[in-house]
Structure formats: structure tokens, C-alpha cells
């Protein structure tokens, strides 16, 4: 499976930006799909999944209320929504593929498959 995200950039706090990535190579409703994001000089950490079927989503508590995961699996593609932005969420942002996690969801060891990421920056 090949992940491609698109979409970051630059926003100021409290403002909005929506974080997408294409899949390929695979069949992507296969797959729970999840985002995490790395910011820097510090441990990668989960932001959000979403299950293979889309019925099940879980968020880290510092995004929980203000980022929306979803799929669209006729265009191969999970977005993330994010609203009320702070300058903490600056990091870069990587989606990511995998097809059983169960509860292990938050552990980036138990993902198949990376995209390269994208910047998103907050400014104050």
C-alpha cells in the first residue's frame, strides 16, 4: 500500500485545516487507518483511527473534540479534520495502514504501512 498526504500548511491558533491521504496498491477498505504526527525533537504519537469499516474512530485526548477522522473508501482516501487549532499541534503528519490492530491502536509498531507526511504549522 502506497500513503500520500496532502494538504498541510501554514494557520494561525483557532483556525481550520483538513489533512488528506490517498491510498494505493491495495484494496484500502482493507485496512484501518489511522494518523499520527511528530513534531520536532519529540517521539512520534497517535493523533486518530479509524476501523475498516469506518463504524469505529479513536482520538488522542489532546485532539479529542476538535480533529474528525473519516474515510471515503470509493476514492481510497482518510481525511483529518482539524478545527480549533493551537500552536502544540504543529508537527508533521503521517497517515498510516494496517490490517489488524485491535487494541493496540495508539502503537505505531502494529502499522504496515507509512506515508512520507506532512507539515502542519500553528502559528501564535
Known amino acids: 500500500v502506497q500513503l500520500v498526504e496532502s494538504g498541510g500548511g501554514l494557520v494561525q491558533a483557532g483556525g481550520s485545516l483538513r489533512l488528506s491521504c490517498a491510498a494505493s496498491?491495495?484494496?484500502?477498505?482493507?485496512?484501518?487507518m489511522a494518523w499520527f504526527r511528530q513534531a520536532l525533537g519529540k517521539e512520534r504519537e497517535f493523533v486518530a483511527v479509524i476501523s475498516w469499516s469506518g463504524g469505529n474512530t479513536r482520538y488522542a485526548d489532546s485532539v479529542k473534540g476538535r480533529f474528525t477522522i473519516s474515510r471515503d473508501d470509493a476514492k481510497n482516501t482518510v481525511y483529518l479534520q482539524m478545527n480549533s487549532l493551537k500552536p502544540e499541534d504543529t508537527a508533521i503528519y503521517h497517515c498510516?495502514?494496517?490490517?489488524?490492530?485491535?487494541?493496540?491502536?495508539?502503537?505505531?509498531?502494529?502499522?504496515?504501512?507509512w506515508g512520507q507526511g506532512t507539515q502542519v504549522t500553528v502559528s501564535s
Open positions: 496498491g491495495s484494496t484500502f477498505s482493507n485496512y484501518a
Open positions: 498510516a495502514a494496517a490490517e489488524i490492530i485491535g487494541d493496540y491502536y495508539s502503537d505505531s509498531n502494529v502499522y504496515d504501512y
